[in-house]
C-alpha cells in the first residue's frame, strides 16, 4: 500500500468515526465519548498527511507516532462504546478491526524506519 492509499484509508476511516458519532445517543456519557473519539478517531488521517510531508525521516518518525497514539486511543474509545453498548456492536466492530488495522500498519511503518534509521548511523 502507497501512501497516497493510506491516505484514503486514513480518511475514509476518518468520514465513517463522524457517521458513527452522528449516531450515539443523547445521553451525557455517550456525548462525552463522542467529543473524544470524533478527535482521536479524525486525527490521524490529519497526521497521517502532515507525515507524507515530513521535512526529514526524523520528522516522519515522530508525526507516525502521533498517528500511533491516536489510533490506539481510538480503539480505546470504539472497545468502550461496545462494551457500553451505546450502538450496535455490529456497527462498531468493523470500525473497530479497522482501527487495529490501521494501527498495525502505523506500527510496522514504525518500527521499519527505526531499523533504517538505526542502520544509517551505523553505516556513518
Not at 96 to 111: G, N, R, T
Not at 117 to 123: P, Q, V
Amino acid at each position: 500500500m502507497d501512501k497516497l492509499e493510506l491516505q484514503e484509508r486514513m480518511t475514509f476511516f476518518a468520514v465513517r468515526i463522524i457517521s458513527m458519532v452522528d449516531a450515539l445517543p443523547t445521553s451525557l456519557g455517550a456525548q462525552t465519548i463522542a467529543r473524544q473519539v470524533v478527535r482521536s478517531g479524525t486525527s490521524p488521517s490529519a497526521n497521517y498527511r502532515a507525515a507524507c510531508l515530513a521535512k526529514s525521516d526524523k520528522d516522519f518518525l515522530n508525526k507516525l507516532k502521533m498517528v500511533e497514539e491516536e489510533l490506539d486511543e481510538t480503539c480505546h474509545w470504539l472497545d468502550l462504546i461496545m462494551r457500553c453498548q451505546m450502538l450496535n456492536t455490529s456497527r462498531i466492530e468493523p470500525l473497530y478491526q479497522e482501527c487495529k488495522e490501521l494501527l498495525s500498519i502505523i506500527v510496522k511503518s514504525i518500527v521499519t524506519l527505526r531499523t533504517r534509521l538505526k542502520a544509517d548511523e551505523i553505516a556513518k
